[in-house]
């Protein structure tokens, strides 16, 4: 016959638990942590897979094509330097990181995933410091990387002097940085906008309306006026790295860089004060 268990008392039921260690050590997050995550964030998203690919397409595809037509018909540029023929491709592809710029945090606003990211990282400054070097760092290396590959092709196909130290320096590393420097620029107005598509919709205005309006400036009174959008536009200033210029006068050399810079730290000091300000 089997005895029956012995009633235990209710404090020997309900004893209390003693204090719980966890096995992982507890640190405070860093802004390396939160670097990490931005990055596999960003190369998890297939858009951005997507939109990086065909910038890339984009810029090796309209390069060659350029120097391919320039080879058929006239391979004797003159004075126009050899890699100038890389705007083209650089221009177009400027959209895609405008695009990619906005989608980095507009996006997270548009899903709700701000509330995890800002749950996970309560420090908005880190969040948006995170976001702005994975960023900067990932268009910086594919765009100089890329514009390289092209003004190598390009020299290869036309005959003509060949470009100086300081000219390939300019058409690559100095594309590279203005192209990213412009993403920057995306991506605050991104956290400033909060919506993708008027983000976007602004930024492809900030880059085309100037050019745009100068050239259907007729008047006289106007001229000055005229000139400036001509000088200060984004495709003329990005045309100066490339020592041809859509104004004769302006922006010259690393001009343009400092310019975009100086635009870009602006924006993103705006863009930390209405994230720090805003609810999510």
Same mark, same amino acid.
């Given at each position: 016959m089997t005895t029956p268990p012995t009633p235990q008392a209710p404090s020997q039921r309900h004893a209390p638990a003693g204090p719980y260690t966890s096995p992982i050590p507890v640190r405070r997050a860093t802004l390396g942590d939160a670097i990490a995550s931005e990055w596999t964030k960003i190369r998890s998203v297939r858009s951005t897979m997507w939109t990086l690919g065909v910038m890339i397409v984009l810029l090796i595809g309209i390069g060659l094509l350029a120097a391919l037509v320039v080879n058929a018909v006239d391979s004797d540029l003159g004075s126009t330097p050899v890699l100038s023929l890389g705007f083209f491709g650089v221009l177009l592809g400027s959209i895609c990181v405008i695009t990619l710029g906005v989608m980095t945090i507009a996006s997270e606003y548009g899903t709700g995933m701000i509330r995890t990211t800002l749950t996970a990282c309560p420090s908005r400054a880190r969040v948006l410091?995170?976001?702005?070097?994975?960023?900067?760092?990932? &268009?910086?290396? @594919?765009?100089? +990387?890329?514009?390289? !590959? #092209?003004?190598?092709?390009?020299?290869?196909?036309?005959?003509? =002097?060949?470009?100086?130290?300081?000219?390939?320096?300019?058409?690559?590393?100095?594309?590279?940085?203005?192209?990213?420097?412009?993403?920057?620029?995306?991506?605050?107005?991104?956290?400033?906008?909060?919506?993708?598509?008027?983000?976007? &919709?602004?930024? @492809?205005?900030? +880059?085309?309306?100037? !050019? #745009?309006?100068?050239?259907?400036?007729?008047?006289?009174?106007? =001229?000055?006026?005229?000139?400036?959008?001509?000088?200060?536009?984004?495709?003329?200033?990005?045309?100066?790295?490339?020592?041809?210029s859509v104004a004769e006068s302006g922006p010259s050399g690393w001009d343009p860089l400092w310019i975009m810079l100086g635009t870009a730290a602006v924006a993103m000091f705006c863009a930390f004060v209405t994230l720090d300000r805003r609810d999510v």
């Open positions: 410091g995170a976001k702005a070097i994975v960023f900067f760092l990932l &268009t910086f290396v @594919i765009t100089t +990387v890329t514009t390289a !590959l #092209v003004a190598v092709l390009q020299t290869a196909l036309i005959d003509g =002097a060949a470009p100086s130290g300081g000219e390939w320096l300019q058409a690559t590393v100095g594309v590279g940085l203005y192209i990213a420097t412009l993403g920057l620029l995306s991506l605050a107005v991104g956290a400033i906008i909060r919506h993708s598509a008027g983000a976007i &919709t602004i930024m @492809i205005g900030v +880059v085309l309306l100037p !050019l #745009v309006l100068a050239m259907f400036m007729f008047t006289d009174s106007l =001229a000055d006026l005229r000139l400036a959008l001509f000088q200060y536009s984004i495709p003329s200033q990005l045309s100066a790295f490339y020592s041809t």
